[in-house]
Structure formats: structure tokens, C-alpha cells
T-cell receptor
Framework: GAGVSQTPSNKVTEKGKYVELRCDPI?????LYWYRQSLGQGPEFLIY????????DSGLPNDRFFAVRPEGSVSTLKIQRTERGDSAVYLC???????????FGSGTRLTVV | AQSVSQHNHHVILSEAASLELGCNYS??????LFWYVQYPGQHLQLLLK??????LVKGIKGFEAEFIKSKFSFNLRKPSVQWSDTAEYFC?????????????FGSGTRLSIRP
């Protein structure tokens, strides 16, 4: 597609529920990144994929967070047993293999009530 | 580990004033440096980037940044701001050894321009 697409744009869930956030990167981009941005903060790195594999997952805050990219294109960020502190905008970005600088999606605003 | 410091949390200027936003990074090796901008209600957009070569980098909308290796700095400048420059600005860095390594962002500087 023309840009990075994230769905849903907004998600409200109850504490303790499970959520999935989807990212559809730019066609042909091999690298895909997930970030989390809280109000008044810069984006915080979570995980990045090179193809189908997670090349660096050092930013995932705990084992409630998991991400997959089974076919090397679309990625899903999964959060189990959501907590109010998980509320944030979750950003996805992609880049070509030899490119510098990402293209970001519009994000998913997650609110845990 | 890499880190990025942005000194100003909120900057308020009048139109036509000159702008300089500070950015310092912490990393001992080769780095790639970026400035991203987030206009109200919009997603992050790349403003400019430095990989190598001329340390003075020109970006979109009249912005430029200068990489000073000895100071670990990459300050953003614009000679004359416009009301439409009101946005949040993020400095970012990634280790230069890999084009796809993670980018670390600063906490951002909110720029408000008085018309």
C-alpha cells in the first residue's frame, strides 16, 4: 500500500482483557517496528522484525506483550491481561532493507479502563 | 546503550523568529541521526536525516540540522518560523552499524508559534 496502515485507530478495552493491534507495512519493506508513545513522551521502542523473525525484542516491557509477523508482511502486537498502564498510542513503522529512517503509521490509541 | 536528550520541553516563538532546538545523544560509535515532526493530529514524519558526509543537513520546509561529533549534538534550526511549524519535534538516533537497527527517540520538544 501507499503507507503504513494500522487498525484499529482506536481501541477501548477493559482491564484484564486481551487485545490485538494490527500493522500493514509498506509493500516490500522488510523491516517492521513497534513503538509505544505515552502522552508527552517520545516513542518508546518495543520490538522490530527483519522479515518474519524478531531481530530485537528488548523493548517489550514484560511477557504480557507479544508480536508476530508470520509471513513477513502484516504484523500483530498482542497484549494479554491488559492493565491501565498499557494505555498509550501504539505506533508501527516500516523501512526498506537498506533504508534509513522509517515511515510511521497513524497509530492505534489504546485505552484500558 | 544509546540515549537522546532534548533540552527544551516547550518552546514558544513569534512568527519570523529564528529557531534552534537542542539535541544531544549518547553513543560511542557511528550513528545515524534524525529529526521527526508530529503536527497536531498527524503521524510522525521524517524532517531530515544524517548518515555521513556533510555535517550540515538540509531537510524539508526550510529546516536544517548540524551534526557536531565532538559535542555529540544534532541541533535543529530554521531561520524564520511560520505559524504552520507548530508541532512536536523529536530527535532520534540509531547505531550506524546496521541500517535497520532500532531508532531511539528523545522525549520531544513542543513548538508553539504565535501568529
Amino acid at each position: 500500500g501507499a503507507g503504513v496502515s494500522q487498525t484499529p485507530s482506536n481501541k477501548v478495552t477493559e482491564k484484564g482483557k486481551y487485545v490485538e493491534l494490527r500493522c500493514d507495512p509498506i509493500s516490500g519493506h522488510t523491516a517492521l517496528y513497534w513503538y509505544r508513545q505515552s502522552l508527552g513522551q517520545g516513542p518508546e521502542f518495543l520490538i522490530y522484525f527483519q522479515g518474519t523473525g524478531a531481530a530485537d525484542d528488548s523493548g517489550l516491557p514484560n511477557d504480557r506483550f507479544f508480536a508476530v509477523r508470520p509471513e513477513g508482511s502484516v504484523s500483530t502486537l498482542k497484549i494479554q491481561r491488559t492493565e491501565r498502564g498499557d494505555s498509550a498510542v501504539y505506533l508501527c513503522a516500516s523501512s526498506p532493507e537498506q533504508g534509513y529512517g522509517y515511515t510511521f503509521g497513524s497509530g492505534t490509541r489504546l485505552t484500558v479502563v | 546503550a544509546q540515549s537522546v536528550s532534548q533540552h527544551n520541553h516547550h518552546v514558544i516563538l513569534s512568527e519570523a523568529a529564528s529557531l534552534e532546538l537542542g539535541c544531544n545523544y549518547s553513543y560511542g560509535g557511528t550513528v545515524n541521526l534524525f529529526w521527526y515532526v508530529q503536527y497536531p493530529g498527524q503521524h510522525l514524519q521524517l524532517l531530515l536525516k544524517y548518515f555521513s558526509g556533510d555535517p550540515l543537513v538540509k531537510g524539508i520546509k526550510g529546516f536544517e540540522a548540524e551534526f557536531i561529533k565532538s559535542k555529540f549534538s544534532f541541533n535543529l534550526r530554521k531561520p524564520s518560523v511560520q505559524w504552520s511549524d507548530t508541532a512536536e519535534y523529536f530527535c532520534a538516533v540509531n547505531a550506524g552499524y546496521s541500517s535497520a537497527s532500532k531508532i531511539i527517540f528523545g522525549s520531544g520538544t513542543r513548538l508553539s508559534i504565535r501568529p
